[in-house]
């Protein structure tokens, strides 16, 4: 059974998944499989995740995205108020199968100033691995997705 009482068990939990993650990853990179990971990396993971890259020789591509950081903060208080958020993300305590009610409020959704300080102390905008291309997506009918993939597509190519 999965949950937690407090903040601390939430982190033990928390890097067990980011255990099996990486445990996943190294699979597909044994099968010499392509791998494509949408997560908010920082130097954090840095060491385990160019190790591995490394160990197995894979080019990696990091797709930065960058933002107005109140266009950000909207957009994860929306996430966050939205039915089908897993209660997990917004508890400090959390039963397998807990359903988010009004008896059983949202007691850790993050405040401004705190998403603002991890957004600039944490590294998001530092991280990189192998080829580097940054997209704004401050306003989402600004981004050149036709560039993107053809980006993309070339770093594929220049690979095989």
Do not use: W
């Not at 401004?112 to 530092?126: A, I, L, M, P, Q």
């Not at 401050?138 to 095989?160: H, K, P």
């Amino acid at each position: 059974m999965f949950g937690f009482n407090n903040l601390e068990e939430k982190e033990v939990l928390n890097k067990k998944s980011v255990d099996d993650y990486y445990t996943k990853m190294e699979e597909h990179f044994q099968q010499r499989d392509y791998v494509l990971s949408d997560y908010p990396f920082s130097e954090k993971q840095k060491n385990r995740l160019e190790f591995l890259v490394q160990h197995y020789n894979y080019q990696v591509m990091t797709i930065r995205l960058t933002a107005d950081l109140n266009v950000l903060f909207d957009r994860q208080k929306k996430r966050d108020l939205e039915d089908d958020r897993h209660p997990g993300h917004l508890l400090t305590v959390y039963r397998k199968g807990d359903v988010l009610s009004e008896g059983l409020r949202r007691d850790n959704l993050l405040e401004y100033s705190e998403f603002v300080e991890r957004c600039k102390t944490r590294g998001y905008d530092r991280f990189s691995l192998g080829y580097l291309y940054e997209v704004d997506v401050t306003d989402f009918a600004d981004i050149d997705y036709e560039g993107l993939f053809s980006r993309i597509s070339g770093c594929i190519q220049a690979n095989e």
